[in-house]
């Protein structure tokens, strides 16, 4: 067992890694580079529209299993609220019809069945086509595999891949399609249940275990940006972190969970994802009217998820890139004129935020997820975590945390 892990990165798979290893009484450190912890699932003060906003509204299924025993671990599960089974009420904008998605909350499809269930015009067979996700194929276009097109594609498996990819499904990797299917839609609704953080990112998934560490041997160092890796045949010796270099002992290990484009730059010779994808989040400054449900799914629209919290209206938009040309007060707009449309509500613009990720997950092509590498490194103390390591998964907290969890694990190996 390693005396102290050095975790680089505070994002979702550092603090996974963290509570891991200290869970079994092994000390850690964790170096951030920025103020706050959280990486891309966090909560700040907004000025502007005077909220306390999340950087997006991130959703886990009740599939997501090493996120919620990472939430069960730092005994926060109470700060999610979960729904009872799995609907998802959709309005399109193109015919103004309303359903609701109801996958139920047992164990095998059987929506599939029933017409009141399932999707507008659809039909059971449809689906039973679109099952030919499930088989194994070499890495490829999804587009390649099923075809991507027709009502049940459109309104059921193409919102919900791209909630999931954050990419335009048909261009996604089969294999990633393939994996979140397999985990969550093929096992019915009690693999769909959705959950929110209510409060806040951070209340939930950050603040939790930060205290969790802080009652055990670890510590939590901001402003601490790592600029190099001191190695000497196969081990890392040292951290540089510009001011100072912390020597890192033989018995020591180092856990890097940084992004991609971080952690390329101080392994020499590491090839990891270098195209992403953006998101885009909008939080409007209003008490959402009675009727607007939780989450609302809406097609033929620039918005795409529409979240009711108890203070505000939020939008999410996935795959993004395109609006980034468009000014923050243009996308308000745009999606303000969407949830008029879907929800009771004034025409005039409340006070808002608009938050573009840029660099939200890595692009999930086939060609880019080939770039992950595992969690093992030349280096035999150094082990790389992160949404973006080979987990099998998209970018998600989901795949952070198991990356996580697997570096906590070889590194107790060691
Ligand atoms: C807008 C948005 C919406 C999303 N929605 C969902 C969703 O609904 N459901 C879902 O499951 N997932 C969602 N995700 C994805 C999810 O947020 C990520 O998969 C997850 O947070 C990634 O965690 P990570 O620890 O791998 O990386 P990061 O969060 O990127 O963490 C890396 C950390 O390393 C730090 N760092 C960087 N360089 C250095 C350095 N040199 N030294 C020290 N520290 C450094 C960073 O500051 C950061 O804190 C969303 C992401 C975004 C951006």
Redesign the pocket.
Known sequence: MPQTVHI???????LAAAVRLAGRGIATVI????EQ?????RSYDDAASGMRID??????LSANTA?LGFLASIGATDRITGASSARFPFVDLATRGRWTLDLGAGRLPFWVFDRRRRAPGTRALDYVALARILWPTPDRPLGQVISCSGPAYEQVVRPFLLAALNIDPSASSSDLARAVVRESIALGGAACRPYLAPKGLSAAFVEPAMTYLNGRASGLRFG???RRLVVAADTVTGLDFGNAVMAVAPDDAVVL???PY?ASALVPGLQTPDEFCA?I?AHFRIVPPPGLAPMVGVLNATAEWIFGFEDRISVTISGADRFLQHTRDEIAKMIWHDVQRVADVPAELPPWQI?R?RR??FAATPAQNAKRPGARTAWRNLTLA???TDTGLP??????VR?GNRAADLVMQQ
């Open positions: 680089i990165g505070a994002g979702m798979a550092g170096h951030e580079a920025t912890a959280g990486g891309r699932c950087n997006g509204t991130h959703i886990l996120a601490n940006q790592l969970a940084v992004p971080v998101i989040n938050v990720e939200a997950t992160g949404d973006w970018a998600t907290i989901e795949s952070a990356s």
